[in-house]
């Protein structure tokens, strides 16, 4: 018998995209649902809460479950998707960084409508919007130690094996797809190359530039949706965008980064071949050459070409990408193995 039967997900913003599908997939599981923002009380019914991201201030979340967990047994999972600091950075080096990084934005929240007011004033406020990538580290830390977690979970097996290793327990967990995020709409493939989403770092923004430039140089299509160029594209918008593209391009914002299974999961589940800078084996279960296409800066362009030319190993690739996203690493087995355990 299942211990926790009503869930409370957290929403990082009113249009919670995310929030929502995980939400379907605890209801195909018969669970009791409800979502809440990450600003607002915990509903009060809830048995577990379920964390993701975070793409806010996770601390206020975990703090305000923490108050109800010695009464009323409510358990905590969260689903690290984002990026820790540098991997080139000795762990003891990011470790102590976030932990003051996260105490320090454990001050937001203080009793003290004086300590509130000073940080909430330059140069503190400045600090309040910088170094998430140590605050989630060391909040992960301090929910820990205080054993507030009842599951750490990591969409990357690096990351989940390198917190682990420092004393910090993550289960790898690798990120699925929905099936919101993909319809056969068999649509003419007359867009070469496709790239969506922010640029963000300064290194993407370079890529970016440049892959243009050359392919601009080669004859070949290129729609970027990076809000500069053309609109962000969102949901059924980007699902006919992906439809047509013969290929969608991935970059990372930066070499360690996690980045390549969101663009690739809806990617693939529209049957669009997936070439992307080289990226770190986060999740083993992508294999180059046989789900996506890795090429670096050098021999990005001369490798689209290849595959505009070569139809019938584009069109393997992709099918092989398909087949991977959504049989295998689904949304629905990721909230399964997620729940499993917790339950463990």
């Not at 009793?111 to 330059?122: A, D, K, L, P, Y």
């Not at 390198?162 to 929905?178: A, D, E, Q």
């Not at 084996?281 to 996506?292: L, S, T």
């Amino acid at each position: 018998m299942r211990s926790q039967n009503k869930v409370a997900v957290v929403k990082w913003s009113e249009h919670d995209g995310l929030s929502e599908v995980i939400c379907d997939e605890l209801m195909r599981r018969d669970f009791e649902v409800a979502c809440f923002l990450s600003i607002d009380p915990i509903p009060e019914e809830a048995d577990l809460v379920f964390c993701f991201g975070p793409y806010d201030r996770w601390t206020q979340v975990v703090c305000q479950a923490a108050q109800r967990k010695a009464n009323s047994g409510l358990k905590i999972l969260h689903w690290n998707t984002e990026n820790p600091p540098d991997l080139r950075f000795p762990w003891k080096f990011n470790a102590a960084l976030g932990d003051m990084r996260a105490a320090f934005d454990r001050l937001n929240d203080s009793g003290n409508c004086r300590t509130r007011g000073i940080i909430s004033e330059f140069p503190f406020s400045f600090l309040n919007q910088k170094m998430h990538k140590f605050r989630y580290l060391g909040e992960y830390r301090h929910a820990y130690a205080n054993g507030w977690l009842d599951l750490l979970a990591s969409s990357s097996k690096i990351y989940a094996d390198l917190f682990t290793k420092n004393g910090l327990p993550t289960c790898y967990v690798p990120w699925g797809t929905s099936p919101k995020w993909y319809a056969p709409l068999d649509l003419p493939r007359d867009i070469d190359v496709l790239w969506f989403g922010k640029r963000r770092t300064r290194r993407r923004n370079r890529l970016l530039d440049q892959v243009k430039d050359m392919l601009c140089s080669k004859d070949i299509s290129f729609y970027m949706a990076d809000d500069i160029e053309h609109p962000f594209i969102y949901g059924e918008e980007r699902t006919h965008f992906l439809n047509r593209a013969k290929i969608t391009l991935n970059l990372l914002p930066t070499w360690y980064d996690n980045a390549f299974p969101y663009r690739f999961h809806v990617a693939a589940g529209n049957r669009s071949m997936v070439i992307s800078d080289p990226i770190l084996p986060h999740c083993p279960e992508y294999q180059p050459g046989v789900h996506y296409i890795s090429a670096s800066l050098e021999k990005l362009v001369n490798t689209i070409r290849y595959y505009l030319d070569h139809q019938d190993e584009r069109e393997l690739i992709a099918e092989n990408a398909f087949r991977l996203v959504t049989e295998r690493m689904t949304m629905e087995s990721s909230v399964r193995s997620l729940v499993g355990l917790l339950h463990e």
